[in-house]
């Protein structure tokens, strides 16, 4: 199995950044990709970024692009999510996820991953 651990949560000012990680251990070797979710009090899961992690294709919700980064330090087994021009909606727990390619990669299902850490809190004041 694999183990994911996320760190780098905090609470910022609208307009800040934050810079989000996520370590992976045990059977690293069976990641095909690693996301990024996020959950609001109230609200279910949402998908926010996914990379693959041989080919480093990236893909994003709506909601973030040109303010999210994500990347991955394959040596490291660590994924990150730069978070640029935060805003209060952007407030929730953030969640790493890691999918062992096990079947047809869609990087926007919470279905599709095997693997999450605990979660991370992010919170954007207003």
């Known amino acids: 199995q694999v183990q994911l651990v996320e760190s780098g949560g905090g609470v910022v000012q609208t307009g800040g950044s934050l810079r989000l990680s996520c370590a992976a251990s045990?059977?690293?070797?069976?990641?095909?990709?690693m996301g990024w979710f996020r959950q609001a009090p109230g609200k279910e899961r949402e998908f926010v970024a996914a990379?693959?992690?041989?080919?480093?294709?990236?893909y994003y919700a709506d909601s973030v692009k040109g303010r999210f980064t994500i990347s991955r330090d394959n040596a490291k087994n660590t994924e990150y999510l730069q978070m640029n021009s935060l805003k209060p909606e952007d407030t929730a727990v953030y969640y790493c996820?890691?999918?062992?390619?096990?079947?047809?990669?869609?990087?926007?299902?919470?279905?599709?991953?095997?693997?999450w850490g605990q979660g991370t809190q992010v919170t954007v004041s207003s």
């Open positions: 990379i693959k992690w041989r080919g480093g294709v990236t």
């Open positions: 045990g059977r690293t070797f069976s990641i095909y990709a």
């Open positions: 996820a890691a999918d062992r390619g096990d079947g047809t990669f869609r990087s926007m299902s919470a279905h599709e991953y095997d693997y």
